[in-house]
């Protein structure tokens, strides 16, 4: 048998793209795919138009599977060539025109060079774009050491500074003067600086105290005039350093302002306008200076909601602490020193406790969700207990309500040392806040509660067991802050929310009660010579919600009649086994603080009863919320409310926005209260609203929309909608 040649049957077969080619189809003839040509091509002569249609080339534009082969092959060679002459002129250039061609060995060698480099200039790309992606899928699981240093610098001038300042800036600062171009002198500051440690730092400790006051003496001795032949002494103090100093005398000048146009307040604001240069460095992303300086800006908005906004601003120094992963502790493996690590956790707890007070009071969102913090509470190494004065100390003494003699304790001296820290227990405090902010306010509305007043009195049975675990030696200053601050939490959390949206009876008259004696306490500090509490506009945006709220549950009339009867027909709520009671009502006390709180002159404000009231109405003068029935209760309440929104608007301007809101929705409550007072002593009813003290009556602005529509949450700053 011959043996059959390798052409006629080869070993390799490659079949064509398509069942058939242009002619075999047109012909409607079997084709049996030979390449380069079918077998019905060649005996026809037409191998050269043996083509067939593919993805690649359109009808009428087809090559064959060989052709296109060769056509890979010749752009492929004409590259090369291309590589090769552009080197040998090149190389022609660098020699003087000189060129001497190499063996084709050595040709062979320097293309696959080429090669090798593409390939791993392509594979190094990948990995790159391998390491982006897994950077960016990363960004929800921030590492604890995470960075954002830039690594060039800006080139369109565009600083995260100024992106800051643009955002949560409102009015532009004044430009400083240059009277203010020294500090103070040393007795000044020193005041400054003090008031700032026992009224501010004692809540944020986020820095050393003993770093304050040593970089405050090393400005001062910068700040020294030299003699002409001696050099000027050198500064080791950074822009960071700067911003610190001058935003600590910002904020402990502007916390003992009482007006707009007094001196306090007028020299925060040039503090504030002396540390914004250096705004650039000591905000700079990627170093724990940066959460210190937003930290301390968040406070200065606070007292100056004309030029910064809180809201805004807490929420920048919360992505810088996800930034750099201080919302996390350090892994167990990673040994870190006790101290730095109590301090990276009170920088964070003191982001986490603003965070949560700025979200509630606007009623906003948290910038994060305590699910994804893991952070333990700090010890509190090292961190000085400072107490105020004995002025202040008697002066918060008499804001508390008498004692009884067998509750009696004695008064607290400066040498006392309280029994744990006070920004621990207002650590403690936000994140029960936080707990039930989430579960109420911030959950899926779809999904009620079951069980929505079980739930209402388990949170306030935790917080007032927090309330009760406080130490007895604790500062009158602080105990008066905890407890407007449980009185506040009490009627957020029972009022209506998004998921318990009905109140009990019961919780309704907690309500009133609370809003009363919350509503007593504001007033005989805004009535005060002194800022005893840390106190801020924000605290005239609580009075706003808690009036509010007052509001709201007198206009409901099936619980109001009843309340205003006296509220013995509204029974205490039966608690289910293993359900913690609902709180009980708060002690009515006869007699007011604020009769014994001295006033801005110093005197008492019972002395000046018969000279003016102290700049107050008659009606508020002769009334008490915690004297009369419950209708001469509640219209004191509201009427104090007014005239302490409008106080505070001698301070604040977006507080006159808020007296003129609430005035215009209680206006229709107190009316109906006027008539039921009427029909009871028998005489006409009221038919103008109470008079304003002549200092404070000031063009209002256009009452804020949203404050009239609803009750049930506290209101954003007048006229920024965010």
Request: hydrophobic residues 40%; contains cysteine; aromatic residues 8%.
């Amino acid at each position: 048998m011959p043996r059959s040649s390798f052409s006629d049957n080869p070993l390799l077969r490659v079949s064509r793209p398509v069942s058939a080619c242009s002619r075999c189809r047109a012909a409607k003839v079997k084709c049996d795919g030979k390449l380069p040509a079918c077998t019905a091509c060649e005996k026809a002569g037409r191998e050269s138009e043996c083509s067939a249609a593919n993805d690649q080339f359109a009808r009428g534009k087809e090559r064959s599977y060989v052709a296109a082969l060769e056509l890979r092959v010749e752009k492929l060679e004409r590259r090369l060539n291309y590589a090769q002459s552009r080197k040998a002129s090149v190389a022609f250039h660098t020699d003087g025109g000189t060129n001497f061609p190499g063996p084709p060995g050595a040709e062979r060698k320097d293309s696959l060079a080429v090669i090798r480099a593409a390939i791993h200039r392509k594979a190094a790309r990948k990995r790159e774009n391998s390491d982006v992606n897994s950077l960016v899928s990363d960004f929800g699981f921030l590492s604890v050491n995470a960075t954002t240093r830039d690594f060039e610098p800006s080139v369109n001038n565009m600083t995260f500074a100024r992106l800051v300042l643009a955002a949560a800036g409102n009015d532009p600062l004044p430009e400083p003067t240059k009277a203010s171009a020294k500090l103070p002198s040393r007795q000044a500051s020193h005041g400054i600086v003090q008031y700032y440690i026992a009224h501010v730092h004692s809540l944020f400790p986020f820095f050393p105290e003993t770093s304050l006051f040593a970089l405050l003496e090393e400005l001062h001795i910068q700040q020294q005039p030299t003699q002409p032949n001696m050099p000027q002494p050198r500064s080791n103090l950074r822009s960071s350093d700067y911003w610190m100093l001058y935003m600590v005398l910002a904020i402990g000048s502007s916390a003992q302002s009482r007006s707009r146009q007094d001196s306090f307040f007028n020299s925060g604001v040039e503090y504030a306008s002396r540390a914004m240069p250096y705004a650039d460095r000591a905000l700079a992303p990627g170093h724990v200076t940066q959460i210190q300086s937003l930290l301390l800006l968040t406070l200065y908005s606070m007292l100056d909601p004309a030029h910064f906004d809180s809201w805004h601003l807490i929420g920048f120094t919360c992505r810088a602490i996800v930034d750099l992963g201080f919302h996390q502790d350090p892994p167990q493996s990673q040994s870190m020193d006790a101290a730095a690590l109590d301090a990276r956790r009170r920088t964070f707890y003191c982001a986490y406790a603003l965070d949560r007070a700025i979200s509630m009071v606007h009623a906003r969102a948290f910038s994060f969700t305590d699910d994804a913090i893991n952070v333990a509470f700090p010890t509190m190494i090292g961190v000085v207990q400072t107490l105020p004065q004995q002025s202040t100390l008697q002066n918060m003494q008499a804001l508390q309500p008498p004692r009884s003699p067998a509750s009696a304790q004695p008064p607290i001296s400066p040498s006392t040392v309280p029994a744990a820290n006070p920004a621990l227990l207002l650590f403690q405090l936000r994140r029960a806040q936080s707990h039930w902010y989430q579960t109420l306010y911030q959950s899926d509305p779809s999904d009620p509660l079951p069980d929505p007043a079980a739930y209402v009195w388990r949170m306030c049975a935790d917080m007032r067991e927090w309330y009760d675990a406080l130490p007895a030696t604790l500062p009158g200053r602080i105990r008066e802050m905890f407890d407007l601050e449980l009185q506040y939490s009490y009627v957020y959390c029972i009022a209506p929310s998004a998921r318990a949206p009905l109140v009990t009876a019961y919780g309704r008259m907690l309500i009133f009660e609370h809003v009363i004696a919350y509503v007593d306490r504001m007033m005989a500090l805004a009535r005060g010579g002194l800022n005893p509490v840390w106190h801020t506009y924000h605290d005239s945006l609580r009075l706003f919600f808690m009036g509010s709220q007052f509001v709201a549950v007198l206009r409901d009339t099936a619980t109001a009649d009843a309340i205003l009867a006296g509220g013995g027909s509204i029974p205490v709520p039966l608690a289910m086994p293993g359900e913690a009671p609902p709180p009980p009502m708060p002690v009515r006390r006869a007699g007011s603080p604020s009769t014994n709180l001295p006033n801005n002159n110093g005197s008492s404000a019972a002395s000046t009863a018969n000279n003016g009231n102290n700049g107050l109405p008659p009606s508020l003068a002769s009334a008490h919320p915690n004297n009369g029935t419950n209708v001469d209760r509640s219209v004191a309440c509201l009427e104090r409310v007014s005239w302490t929104l409008s106080a505070y608007g001698a301070r604040w301007q977006d507080a006159e926005q808020l007296a003129t809101g609430f005035k215009t929705i209680s206006r229709p409550v107190l009316e109906s209260l006027w008539a039921r007072q009427a029909t009871q002593n028998k005489q006409p009813p009221k038919s103008a609203a109470p008079p304003v003290p002549t200092l404070l009556r000031q063009p209002a602005g256009p009452v804020p929309v949203h404050y009239l529509n609803s009750m049930q949450h506290p209101p954003p700053p007048p006229g920024r909608t965010r």
